[in-house]
């Protein structure tokens, strides 16, 4: 029996603010964030929107009763956690009418969380016919106005349903994880914003790519030639391409594999640079990117996927694409949430950056998404369902 993803879904806040809009205000050449880093928006959240409605709205539209009814396994991969104790999914396996007698955990480890969650889920189904498993990657990455970190700021989430026998991808046993106590980017207990030693964390990325690939291709005797198409962690989408170029020049790649294997590159992060960073989601929003933007794909090809958390934890796994996926992807929705989306000034952008969390606010907020943050009371947050 094989397991892997049966469904895939993102879902962004209502608002972005434009990188050229962004770069003015900040008094830096546009260009250094639309070509030197890679972006050109940056979703942007409201006070009515955290990682559980985030969450709840990428998943939502995917579970049907009988999905709800066999879950049995609801994991969120975070970093932006609003609670030191009670874990997100506990929240989320409510409001998504999960079936009670189903576990719901919280997984931490930077941008790597859900990635440890999908290989959990995985491991979950195959033990288990017949049972599913939601993973759902959540976050809001947040550096502070004016900081050095914010052109790669962004928010949203991915959900994944992971079943037997799926309809999109099948994911191998086949991995290659490591683990360094690297304080590349990290977030003190209490602090607002994460610290983050930016040269470090670029450098260590692109390490941990090249000390996993290697491994990988030793272990599996595997090579570039037999992938059609990688995916990286995306905090912002130079980051993934100068890891790529790393491993390709040290390998010195037949130009006709490099070439495509760039190509899909590009069509891997379509998204990420209209979305920004997702932290945890960053690699599964690529990979949305990559099948719904390539026309090159095929059924049974091989994708790799680099998974990268600071601090750090890396993995490279891959997955094979099964027939039919095609028709279980969700372009024009996801499409059309990005085109409806409110353009913000940057004043606008500021003003809701800075806006405290009160009920006052809450209720005076035009957010109309399906689900949102309306009062906060003792502590415990009500939501819109």
């Known amino acids: 029996m094989l397991a892997g993803i049966d469904k895939l879904n993102f879902f962004v806040p209502p608002y972005y603010v434009d990188m050229t809009d962004l770069a003015v205000a900040r008094k830096v050449d546009p260009g250094k964030f639309h070509i030197g880093i890679g972006q050109d928006q940056m979703a942007v959240t409201g006070i009515t929107q955290d990682i559980v409605t985030l969450g709840a709205n990428a998943a939502a539209e995917l579970l049907t009763p009988e999905d709800k009814a066999a879950i049995d396994l609801v994991i969120v991969g975070t970093e932006s956690s609003i609670d030191e104790s009670k874990a997100a999914a506990v929240i989320l396996h409510r409001l998504l009418g999960i079936q009670p007698f189903a576990r719901a955990v919280e997984i931490k480890e930077a941008c790597y969380g ?40 962004g928010a949203g989430a991915v959900a994944m349903l992971v079943t037997e026998n799926p309809r999109i991808m099948t994911l191998s046993d086949e991995s290659v994880a490591l683990t360094q106590d690297i304080y590349d980017f990290w977030r003190p207990t209490g602090e607002a914003y994460p610290r983050v030693d930016g ?11 090249l000390k996993v690939w290697e491994e990988y291709q030793t272990r599996y005797q595997q090579s570039w030639q037999d992938f059609a198409a990688l995916c990286f962690h995306i905090p912002y989408t130079k980051m993934g391409k100068k890891a790529l170029l790393a491993g ?71 997955g094979t694409l099964v027939p039919g996926f095609e028709e279980h992807l969700r372009s024009t929705n996801h499409q059309e949430l990005l085109d409806m989306r409110t353009r913000l000034s940057i004043a606008e952008y500021e003003e809701l950056f800075t806006k405290e969390l009160t009920n006052e606010n809450l209720q005076q907020d035009p957010d109309t998404t399906l689900y949102r943050l309306t009062s906060l009371e003792a502590g415990v947050r009500y939501y819109q369902e």
Not at 291 to 303: F, H, M, R, V, Y
């Open 199 to 209: 040269p470090l964390s670029n450098a260590t990325y692109i390490d941990s790519f």
């Open 248 to 318: 390709l020049e040290a390998s010195e790649t037949d130009e006709a594999v490099a070439n495509r294997l760039l190509a899909r590159y590009e069509e891997g992060i379509v998204y990420s640079r209209q979305a920004g960073n997702l932290y945890t989601g960053s690699l599964y929003l690529g990979l949305i990117s990559l099948l719904e933007n390539s026309q090159a794909l095929q059924e049974g090809d091989n994708i790799g996927l680099f998974s990268y958390g600071s601090g750090a934890v890396a993995e490279f796994f891959t």
């Open 114 to 153: 859900a990635t440890a969650g999908l290989q959990l889920a995985k491991d979950y189904v195959l033990r288990h016919p017949g049972r599913k498993a939601l993973v759902i990657a959540c976050d809001i990455a947040r550096y502070g106005l004016n900081s050095g970190g914010e052109p790669t700021q």
